[in-house]
């Protein structure tokens, strides 16, 4: 070709009979990692295309397909963890320094416990999350069957359907977020695990830490689950503060008179959790309620008629990405603790996760309100 950048097209006949380039291939991208993986640049100019579903919901089908990406997105780091903690755990037990495998030293037995710990705290989310995608999938297309079900069991269907979607949109950017997150972590702590050794070529752990970095900027970047997070969540709120008062105070009686000490604990989570979350919106609305502190959150969102987002919205972006991560390790809390519940075998985990996330919780809490 004389353009040295055109790699390929695509001639197609268009509705004249005349022949086109539809769509060239420009360039390949050199990326950092994922190279199994090709990225390039495709260019249109007068393309001929065919529309895909119903006009006027091109926005709503990519955003089905987003979210189905970012669960995607989530079991890819999920994945890397687990190679990334089993490429260190093989070292550390192989490694001899000072009379001992390093796995018996204890800052890397350390290091080996908080991988496998997050890790298996990640798959419970998952597992969780794509449970009610699954679930409220299968209700969806239960709703469509010939002949049409009665109305009771309809309206039935519809609820639980709608409490999966609202689990699902929860859990997802929470997911995304913290899995992406904790694959740049956990990659770089097996290659610290690793040494010297684990900077060459020679060691599949640093072609790990190179395809762990897209994690967080792919299929929408962890500022942006963060701040879906924080729009979700504080919407909820002003939509009905009554629920979110009676959720707080539940939390906080939970905290304290619960007979299980794991659930006073998760107790003690969520107060934090409501806690750093009412900050925000005190914070937020501010601007709009005189003395807020003096009105009942009850009136909070009949007060508030118009917003400027570049300056109501300000403390609440500061802190989108700490709330999202707080959120987030509550949340998985909360699973473990429910499975530990059920399942006695699970308690070890979720006391193990527990010891880990409540000092960090703690610290995020602390940021947001000081």
């Known amino acids: 070709k004389s353009d040295p950048w055109t790699l390929g097209e695509l001639l197609i006949e268009d509705d004249e009979g005349e022949i086109i380039n539809n769509v060239?291939?420009?360039?390949?991208?050199?990326?950092?990692?994922?190279?199994?993986?090709?990225?390039?640049?495709?260019?249109?100019?007068?393309?001929?295309?065919?529309?895909?579903?119903?006009?006027?919901?091109?926005?709503?089908?990519?955003?089905?397909l987003m979210n189905n990406a970012r669960l995607g997105v989530s079991f890819e780091g999920i994945g890397l963890i687990e190679n990334a903690y089993r490429l260190a755990k093989e070292?550390?037990?192989?490694?001899?320094?000072?009379?001992?495998?390093?796995?018996?030293?204890?800052?890397?037995?350390?290091?080996?416990?908080?991988?496998?710990?997050?890790?298996?705290?990640l798959r419970a989310m998952a597992?969780?999350?794509?449970?009610?995608?699954?679930?409220?999938?299968?209700?969806?297309?239960?709703?469509?069957?010939?002949?049409?079900?009665?109305e009771a069991e309809r309206k039935s269907l519809e609820r639980r359907m709608k409490k999966y979607q609202r689990r699902a949109r929860d859990l997802t950017p929470l997911l995304k977020y913290l899995a992406s997150e904790k694959a740049v972590e956990f990659s770089q702590?097996?290659?610290?695990?690793?040494?010297?050794?684990?900077?060459?070529?020679?060691?599949?752990?640093?072609?790990?830490?190179?395809?762990?970095?897209?994690?967080?900027?792919?299929?929408?970047t962890s500022q942006i689950q963060s701040l879906m997070a924080l729009k979700d969540s504080l919407g909820l709120v002003m939509?009905?503060?009554?629920?979110?008062?009676?959720?707080?105070?539940?939390?906080?009686?939970?905290s304290l008179s619960a007979r299980d000490p794991m659930e006073r604990l998760i107790g003690?989570?969520?107060?934090?959790?409501?806690?750093?979350?009412?900050?925000?919106?005190?914070?937020?609305?501010?601007?709009?309620?005189?003395q807020v502190s003096q009105r009942k959150i009850t009136e909070w969102s009949s007060a508030i008629k118009e917003w400027d987002p570049k300056r109501d919205f300000a403390f609440g972006m500061l802190h989108a990405e700490?709330?999202?991560?707080?959120?987030?390790?509550?949340?998985?809390?909360?699973?473990?603790?429910?499975?530990?519940?059920?399942?006695?075998?699970?308690?070890?985990?979720?006391?193990?996760?527990?010891?880990?996330?409540?000092?960090?919780?703690?610290?995020?809490?602390d940021q947001i309100m000081t």
Not at 97 to 120: C, F, N, P
Not at 131 to 147: H, K, N, Y
Not at 239 to 254: E, I, M, N, S
């Open 24 to 64: 060239v291939v420009e360039r390949l991208e050199e990326k950092l990692g994922i190279h199994a993986s090709v990225t390039c640049t495709l260019a249109y100019d007068d393309s001929v295309a065919e529309l895909i579903g119903e006009r006027g919901q091109g926005f709503k089908l990519m955003l089905m």
């Open 91 to 121: 070292y550390a037990a192989e490694r001899k320094s000072m009379g001992k495998t390093i796995d018996q030293h204890e800052m890397i037995a350390d290091y080996l416990e908080k991988m496998d710990v997050g890790l298996r705290g």
């Open 127 to 150: 597992f969780d999350a794509v449970r009610a995608v699954e679930l409220s999938s299968r209700l969806e297309v239960q709703l469509g069957f010939d002949p049409p079900l009665d």
């Open 189 to 220: 702590l097996s290659m610290q695990i690793h040494g010297g050794v684990g900077y060459t070529k020679e060691f599949e752990v640093e072609k790990l830490v190179r395809d762990a970095l897209v994690l967080p900027i792919y299929e929408g």
């Open 239 to 254: 939509k009905d503060p009554g629920r979110f008062v009676r959720r707080l105070a539940a939390a906080r009686v939970a």
């Open 268 to 290: 003690k989570l969520e107060s934090m959790k409501y806690g750093a979350m009412q900050h925000i919106i005190t914070k937020i609305t501010k601007g709009k309620l005189q």
């Open 322 to 365: 700490r709330l999202c991560r707080m959120m987030a390790e509550v949340e998985i809390c909360k699973i473990l603790v429910a499975q530990a519940a059920r399942y006695p075998e699970r308690e070890e985990l979720a006391e193990a996760y527990l010891e880990r996330a409540v000092p960090e919780i703690t610290y995020l809490h």
